[in-house]
């Protein structure tokens, strides 16, 4: 009788809830970065990156993106699920190694 290994995944709803918090995160940076969002610069700013145009700020919402459609993948979709996560490590590395390297 074989057994299945893989640990038990959450139910729809909240693989769908998790997608919409951690993809919709994703996709509002992305979209501000792509001046899709309007967004309005404030008087001081004390952040690493003041405005939301630097390539860093795009890895992170790939980053997000990417880990919420981890959530809502089919698990028979081996190729897509293992570019998905390829894309989120190449993402988040590269935007860590900008934030660090280029301030």
């Known amino acids: 009788m074989p057994t299945d290994s893989r640990p038990p995944q959450p139910s729809l ?3 769908l809830l998790l ?10 940076i992305i979209l501000t970065y792509a001046g899709i969002v309007p ?3 404030s008087g001081r700013c004390r952040a690493i990156f003041c405005d939301p145009y630097h390539w860093q700020v795009l890895c992170f ?3 997000f993106f990417c880990a919420g ?3 809502v993948l ?3 979709w081996h190729r897509v699920g293992q570019l998905n ?3 989120l490590l190449i993402a ?3 935007g860590l190694t900008g934030s660090f390297l280029f301030r």
């Open 85 to 87: 996560g390829l894309c």
């Open 61 to 63: 919402g790939i980053t």
């Open 74 to 76: 089919p698990r028979r």
């Open 19 to 28: 997608f919409c918090l951690c993809g919709g995160t994703g996709l509002f």
């Open 92 to 94: 988040l590395l590269a």
């Open 69 to 71: 459609s981890a959530f």
């Open 13 to 15: 709803p909240t693989r």
């Open 39 to 41: 967004w309005k610069p």
